[in-house]
């Protein structure tokens, strides 16, 4: 190991445990630096927050209304509050954040259940809803009320715009709202086409009442939207933001936040050099003997099989997270700051931990 050692490039700077690990992009540090001029009006009454929101109907059309908040997993919780009735339940994937990673926030903030729904590439399929059309009208069951999709998924992978579009004709065929978990969403928009034309068509398009979209992940200091495509939807909104503590109270600096990441598709650039990193990565790695995939990468993360002897010296030299213990997968996520060099390195790391 130690000749092996001797022969590797040192670490990357960058590890590949998340795109959150990573810092915030400058223009987002300079933005918000401008907005730190003398006083300005608290909880959204200050011009970045009237600015950020043009922005936000420049991307979904004049009639849209979003709302900044703090974090993504209160943009769920908040757009989901403000979407289901009493005695609803929300239907999503098995995978999906608000069922996994979110501590049981939905269901203790709205008290709503969920309904996840098994799945092996994370995403839903309208005959799911379907199946689901017997609980409707009785009275001992949840009542499927909204169906919660993320874009891009845990599992990063991708809904087509018809896929969405089909999706959203059901449920609202059967009487549900949609909302997108778009934590991700730039890198589906930047995978997808990179266009604004791109996101409208797995969004508003595709029929879409919710959005949370999310700027943390890509080059943010922290700070998340909700969209509201179905302005009806927003009637309750800020109330329902405060009440489930998503209301800041400095929203000028959330604002000033997007307003640099919205300007000049700065999100969609960040998002897809993302996105290509880890497409080199995959390119980089998958002929390393030893070195197994399912998938090539969609957007910016990658999950490859490695021999289990493996996987704990390759972490120490360079931090990833395991994702599925029991095949011996980890997860490799790029962010918008990871460089070729970071990538070159890592793969030389891989050759000598894996291949050896
Ligand atoms: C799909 C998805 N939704 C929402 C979130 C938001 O999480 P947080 O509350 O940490 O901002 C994340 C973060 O990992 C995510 O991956």
Redesign the pocket.
Known sequence: MAAMNASLPPAPARAFASD?AAGAHPAVLQAVLEANEGHALAYGADRWTAEAQARFRDLFGPTTESFLTW????A?VMALGTMVQPGDAVVCSEWA?IAV?ETGAPERCLGTKLLPQPTTTAKLVPEQLEHLAHLQGVQHHAQPGVVSI?QST?LGTLYTPDEVAALCDTAHRMGMRVHL?G??IANATAALGGTVAALRAFTVDAGVDVVSFGG?KVGGLGG?AVVYLDPTLARRAQYVRKQVNQLPSKMRFVAAQFNALLHDQLWITLADHSNRMATRLYEATRTVPGVAYDAAPQVNSVFPLLPADAIAPLRDWCFFWDWDVSRNQVRWMTAWDTTEDDIDRFAAGVRAFVAG
């Open positions: 959150n974090n993504g997993t209160g769920n954040h990673d993320t845990e978990d934590a991700r943390t998340e």
